[in-house]
């Protein structure tokens, strides 16, 4: 069996390519072909060799246009190869991956991962939208990444007898005893509270930054990650007196990562709106046995990701008096807070581990 994960861009920016990128390397891993073809977001095409199993096809773009990367490229190098692939497994939304698709002829089997509805370009879904309608009727599988999320999305209601719910899963973050210690001692006494996103509107840091007012002095909150809002944030914090209380960390590197998930005492992710269709940092915490306070963002799976209750709790979206009651209804009590780190732990091997998603990921595609 050969299969050729297909959408997106890289160097992997967010979600989706990293759901990508961890399909084809843990999948070849197991002695099975799978190659991922992408946009290349440098511009530059390249292919590169991961393993004896896989290959990294990036393809060369033109420009960037409504998140989408523009490659003509892409369609003339999949209709060249798609016949050497049993199963194209392509990775919505992308429509620059499902022109190439459309136009390559493929023939074979193709399972389509509908990652997210299209949100936010109104106008360029409808003039996807015909084919996207071709996508849904071409795909044998449409496979979710929560149960909600494949149940309330209003595209995929006449293709329900198609779904399978696929959650994402992830390596558990590796712990950095030493970068945790010197991260505490930075805020000694402090319970941190650690917020991991682009700093864009849709992920809602002003309701966190806003929640530091109703948290105790014992508490800190530290948001990383670049983007446009970043001046606007830190407007927000002097002018409300949160300086101290609220830190902006920027871009945190993979290296830091790990410290800043090990350090804080609780993860939030306050997000507003339904483009956050999973949020992966959310498991990411969970595996370091860390609880989280996330949002009920309508139709999305985000509130089932975090299971109220135990693995944390889930509040109303911009709600920020909402978000301080839940970091300190977890943190208040020391038993307490052990049960929901426990149970975090839990749910994230229950659920999320990636090789639970390499497993099931095969059966999909009929592989024993």
Same mark, same amino acid.
């Given at each position: ?202 992920? +809602?840091?002003?309701?966190?930054? /806003?929640? #530091? @007012?109703? &948290?105790? $002095? ?93 693995? +944390?709790?889930?509040?109303?979206? /911009?709600? #920020? @008096?909402? &978000?301080? $009651? ?43």
């Amino acid at each position: 069996m050969k299969i050729l994960q297909l959408g997106k861009f890289y160097p992997i920016g967010g979600g989706v390519e990293k759901v990508m990128y961890d399909l084809m390397t843990g999948i070849s891993e197991k002695g099975v072909y799978c190659d991922m073809m992408c946009a290349a977001m440098d511009m530059n095409g390249m292919t590169v060799k991961i393993n004896e199993f896989a290959n990294l096809i990036c393809t060369p773009t033109w420009t960037k246009k409504a998140a989408t990367m523009i490659s003509p490229a892409m369609i003339w190098r999949l209709w060249r190869v798609c016949r050497n692939y049993d199963i194209i497994h392509v990775h919505h939304p992308d429509p620059m991956a499902c022109l190439a698709l459309f136009c390559s002829g493929y023939k074979g089997r193709v399972i389509l991962h509908w990652h997210s509805d299209i949100q936010k370009q109104k106008i360029l879904l409808k003039l996807y939208k015909p084919l996207q309608n071709w996508l849904l009727k071409r795909a044998e599988r449409i496979v979710g990444t929560t149960p909600v999320y494949l149940k309330e999305s209003p595209y995929l209601k006449d293709v329900q007898d198609k779904t399978v719910c696929l959650p994402i899963g992830v390596e558990p973050v590796a712990r950095d005893y030493g970068k945790e210690e010197l991260i505490r001692n930075r805020y000694k006494g402090k319970k941190i509270v650690f917020s991991l996103g682009r700093l864009v509107h849709y992920k +809602g840091f002003r309701y966190l930054v /806003e929640a #530091a @007012k109703f &948290l105790k $002095d014992e508490y800190v909150v530290l948001i990383g990650g670049t983007g446009a809002l970043r001046e606007e944030l830190q407007e927000q914090i002097n002018n409300e007196g949160l300086s101290g209380k609220v830190e902006l960390l920027g871009r945190v590197s993979d290296e830091d990562l790990p410290g800043y998930y090990g350090a804080c005492s609780v993860f939030c992710m306050s997000s507003v709106q339904k483009t956050e269709a999973f949020g992966i940092v959310q498991i990411e915490a969970m595996s370091c046995g860390k609880p989280v306070v996330a949002t009920k963002i309508p139709q999305s799976g985000v509130a089932w990701v975090n299971a109220d209750g135990k693995s +944390g709790i889930n509040v109303m979206p /911009e709600d #920020a @008096k909402e &978000l301080a $009651d839940a970091i300190m209804k977890i943190t208040s009590d020391d038993d307490v807070y052990v049960g929901y780190s426990e149970n975090a732990n839990r749910r994230f091997r229950e659920f999320f581990t990636k090789e639970r998603m390499i497993e099931k990921c095969l059966k999909i595609y009929g592989y024993e």
